[in-house]
């Protein structure tokens, strides 16, 4: 299926009745099958522009960002990532092994399977050139790949606008990034695609600047939820890095050298400065196709005032 016949398809969904969308949970398995669907001979290379957004008057993005927060199914029809077009599927496992107040998948002990999506959030993919890392993770409460679940979905971002970092695996991603692009940027263009995402995420989320944790929190649990304000994923400085150019040149590299790619998870209630190490992500497989890029799905809740 080519990129045109998917826009047609997203601007036809503009016409249809608003749809009641049902989960009832997928298998490790499934999901992971679907996202290995027609790997890539040669790495997309998908440019996002204003026009990406907009089309025929309508916001697209708008309608992307409803369905994120509406549709909690982990694969769906295809579609086009609009804002991170171009990224890399991982799948390992989500490991909490510290003590903290914090509950659910948040809790000591807590083991699952995770799938997860590394991407850039604009066009540029390439080393020397801006860059804003994110990672958005789906977390399966079991061990056992085909039992059918109900996921948890995260979101971590380093810089909406992007930086010039060298390496995915160095990053600080966070679910409150910054927007606000390095003295050094004189290019107008890429600051207004960030305040465009930004406004159009404000018609189906009033805080789209935070994405909460408490899906996590709250997975799997059955007593009092504690959720973290912050969280953050950066990757170990004990294992080695590469200089490849593509970003996801550059994961498939450290899982080979590595043989694992091992982020640390870190919370924190009281600044972004201070932050607790309670656990690790483990991936140690990834794949570049259209199945990841077009098929998996990571839902969102709305913000809550009152978040538990």
């Known amino acids: 299926m080519n990129f045109k ?43 996002v522009t204003r026009k990406s957004f907009f089309q025929q008057g309508y916001n697209l993005l708008a309608e992307a960002a ?3 927060v509406e ?3 982990d694969i769906i029809p295809p579609f086009d990532k609009l804002l991170h077009a171009n990224g890399i599927c991982l799948q390992g496992e989500w490991k909490i092994t510290e003590s903290s107040i914090y509950s659910g998948y948040f809790r000591k002990g807590s083991k699952g399977k995770i799938i997860a999506r590394a991407s850039t959030t604009l066009t540029n993919t390439k080393r020397g050139s801006y860059r ?44 409150e990034p910054s927007l606000v692009p390095p003295i050094s940027l004189s290019v107008a263009k890429i600051v207004g695609l960030g305040l465009a995402a930004v406004n159009s995420f404000a018609e189906a989320d009033k805080k789209p600047g935070i994405r909460q944790l408490y899906p996590v929190s709250r997975l799997d649990e059955d007593g009092e939820v504690r959720t973290p304000k912050w969280m953050m994923a950066k990757g170990d400085d004990n294992e080695s890095t590469n200089s490849l150019k593509d970003f996801r040149d550059e994961i498939n590299q450290h899982i080979s050298e590595n043989g694992k790619f091992t982020m640390g998870i870190y919370t924190s209630d009281t600044g972004k400065k201070n932050w607790q190490r309670v656990g690790s992500i483990i991936f140690k497989e990834s794949v570049s196709s259209w199945g990841c890029d077009h098929r998996l799905h990571f839902h969102h809740q709305k913000f809550e005032e009152n978040m538990k």
């Not at 804003?132 to 399966?140: E, M, P, R, Y």
């Not at 079991?142 to 948890?152: F, I, L, P, Q, S």
């Open 132 to 175: 804003g890392f994110g990672l958005a993770g789906k977390i399966f409460p079991t061990n056992n790949g085909d039992e059918v679940v109900k996921t948890a979905n995260f979101f971590l971002i380093d810089n909406l606008i992007g930086t010039y970092a060298p390496n995915f695996t160095r990053v600080e991603m966070t679910n």
């Open 66 to 68: 409803k369905r994120t």
């Open 71 to 73: 549709d909690k199914n």
């Open 5 to 47: 016949s998917l826009r047609l398809n997203a601007l036809a969904l503009l016409f249809t009745p608003t749809i009641a969308f049902t989960y009832d949970g997928s298998s490790f398995n499934e999901v992971w099958d679907e996202v290995k669907n027609e790997p890539y001979f040669e790495l997309s290379d998908t440019k």
